[in-house]
């Protein structure tokens, strides 16, 4: 799990009994690794969030958990009858779609203790967020299902017009806001047909997904020819020690930029490939649409096509079909 319990973000009642804690992410993948590794991926635009109490667009009338917040320390202070029936009042109105047994529970209870509890238990199932589907790149459970029977592939996709994902409350959550468009990257909900997502994730608003796009357009329209090849040129030779595979990162120590990089296929082939790309500010370069195969990759000298000087490569890999790559290139640092 890449996901793990961190600090609410705005009830001071909460913060009397959970620990302040930052959430911290175990891994973070690049973006075909992550389609791999979930089970849905979509593109959508956020229609509600359930529970309204723990979104973060219905603080603006911060009055109801104010209440909550004086209510419960009335009743810790002058515990009786009177404020534990204020505190239970007070959580009903900021949690009214509780269900009927823990409405019930809430009436039950002969502490403000018991009372938060009940509260605490209502943020911890996180919120359920509804997308209407733009575009679905994955749902895995249906894959071979559709494959193999168009009837079921039509219906399916008139059912998945919206999708329910939840994502925790606090900081490993992601904070989706009503009517603006995500790429949602989810995972299913060990023994249930739910989804889940949160910070750790590559979810993200559709307007900062460009990378992820670019991969997913093939993934979606060009299956055979969506494997993708990254990495990175520097001049570090250290950069095997430095390097963490867990981790995806967007630099490397010592970038080779501006360094010419050349991708071309190795052997005979139906569908030569061959592109040259320059590697970024930070040394990173990316080539999106490759079919499966053996391939060449080179370092030019940034002068290239004027100069044809080679400080990195040739260095040969396969790229499974479908699948993504990384290499790292060596420059000298002479060039």
Not at 135 to 152: I, Q, S, V
Request: aromatic share 8%; net charge negative.
């Amino acid at each position: 799990m890449r996901r793990l319990p961190s600090l609410l973000w705005f009830l001071p009642i909460l913060l009397l009994a959970r620990p302040a804690r930052a959430c911290k992410c175990d891994i973070s993948l690049s973006a075909c690794n992550e389609v791999g590794a979930s089970n849905l991926v979509f593109i959508g635009t956020v229609e509600s969030i359930e529970p309204a109490f723990l979104s973060r667009s219905n603080q603006r009338d911060g009055a109801p958990l104010q209440r909550l917040n004086d209510a419960y320390a009335e009743a810790r202070q002058r515990h009786s009858p009177a404020t534990l029936r204020q505190l239970k009042d007070a959580l009903l109105k900021v949690v009214p779609g509780l269900p009927d047994d823990e409405k019930a529970q809430v009436e039950a209870a002969k502490t403000p203790a018991d009372v938060m509890s009940l509260f605490n238990a209502a943020a911890d199932r996180g919120l359920k967020v509804r997308f209407k589907v733009r575009t679905l790149f994955k749902h895995e459970d249906d894959d071979d299902r559709k494959a193999n029977d168009p009837k079921e592939k039509n219906r399916e996709e008139k059912d998945e017009d919206f999708f329910e994902v939840s994502t925790p409350f606090g900081d490993c959550g992601f904070d989706f806001q009503p009517g603006e468009t995500y790429l949602v990257y989810a995972n299913a909900e060990e023994g249930s047909d739910s989804f889940f997502t949160g910070s750790c994730t590559r979810t993200r608003r559709l307007t900062d997904a460009g990378d992820d796009l670019a991969y997913l357009f093939f993934y979606k329209d060009h299956p055979e020819e969506s494997s993708r090849l990254e990495g990175f040129a520097t001049t570090d030779a250290r950069y095997q020690i430095d390097f963490n595979q867990l981790h995806n990162p967007d630099a490397i120590t010592s970038p080779a930029a501006g360094a010419v990089i050349e991708v071309q296929s190795d052997g005979v082939s139906s569908a030569k490939v061959k592109r040259d790309a320059p590697a970024d500010k930070n040394g990173r370069f990316l080539f999106d649409g490759l079919p499966g195969g053996d391939y060449v990759i080179s370092a030019l000298a940034s002068g290239y096509p004027s100069t044809t000087q080679l400080p990195a490569g040739p260095q040969r890999l396969h790229i499974a079909a479908k699948s993504c790559a990384r290499q790292i290139l060596l420059l000298r640092k002479s060039d």
